[in-house]
């Protein structure tokens, strides 16, 4: 596959692999009126260090090769007075593909003690709460759970192989606005999808897609060896270590 881009992303190095000159994927990000899925979020202020937070919380979709894969962004903002007005600052963003990761950040902002009023252990809104890990548990499974693959004729609409709805936020008058976007080929590496798909494997999947949308025939299998290295392992993973000194450079 042939890549045609103004811009850079995660799987390009597949290329050094390999391509099929036969196989030209032109890559523009368009932003596109579509109403994918409804959409979810959940704002919450904490103490934490004698300073106030807001944490932003937003249910998104990636459509991937044929797949809808969900994901939760999270983003962390330190809130200051200024003239009265208070000030958003950016701390930390987390996209989380499973709900292990999410479970993971959640309580470490919001389920150890000295994260908590020790009253009411969080503020949303300026009124008290308690959380219940179960049902928080619950609410995230089900949505990571849910079929969405009922969207796919997306795919096939606007052929693409990939494309992405999400939430963005935006500060006017002290008061916080959502947006939801649909974007076709947005850059995977700002969603940090190569936690969810390796760079080797994304391009593969590309490849044959793009192929496939085009009723063309493609070749871009790469080397095993390639592959195992995307994944962690080397040629000696699944075999017996050598007893010499010497090892064979993978």
């Known amino acids: 596959m ?13 290329i050094a692999y390999g ?4 196989i030209r994927f032109d ?41 809808v894969i969900p994901y939760i962004y999270i983003k962390i903002e ?3 007075k200024v003239n009265k007005k208070n000030q958003y600052k950016f701390v930390q963003e987390y996209f989380c593909y499973d709900i292990y990761e999410y479970l993971e950040i959640f309580k ?28 928080v548990k619950k609410d995230i499974d089900n949505f990571f759970d849910n079929n969405t693959n009922e969207k796919e004729y997306i795919f096939f ?27 076709l080929l947005p850059k995977l590496k700002d969603f940090k999808f190569s936690k969810k ?27 095993d060896k390639y592959l195992l290295k995307a994944k962690g392992f080397d040629c000696y993973s699944f075999k017996k270590n050598p007893t010499k000194r010497t090892k064979k450079i993978c």
């Open 2 to 14: 042939k890549i045609i881009s103004k811009f850079q992303d995660y799987y390009d190095c597949g």
């Open 19 to 22: 391509i099929d000159e036969n």
């Open 27 to 67: 890559r523009q990000t368009k932003f596109i009126d579509e109403k994918f899925a409804s959409l979810h979020y959940k704002v919450y202020k904490f103490l934490m260090d004698n300073s106030w937070y807001r944490l932003i919380q937003t249910k998104n979709y990636i459509g991937f090769c044929g797949k």
């Open 78 to 80: 330190k809130i200051t």
């Open 108 to 135: 470490k902002y919001f389920l150890c003690n000295e994260l908590f009023d020790r009253t009411y252990n969080c503020i949303i809104y300026k009124k008290a709460i308690k959380f219940d890990i179960k049902k």
């Open 157 to 183: 609409k606007y052929k693409v192989p990939y494309f992405a709805n999400y939430l963005t936020t935006e500060n006017k008058d002290n008061k916080l606005f959502f947006k939801q976007n649909f974007v």
């Open 197 to 223: 798909v390796s760079a080797l494997e994304a391009f593969q999947e590309i490849s044959m897609y793009v192929a496939w949308l085009q009723n063309k025939e493609v070749d871009t299998k790469i080397d």
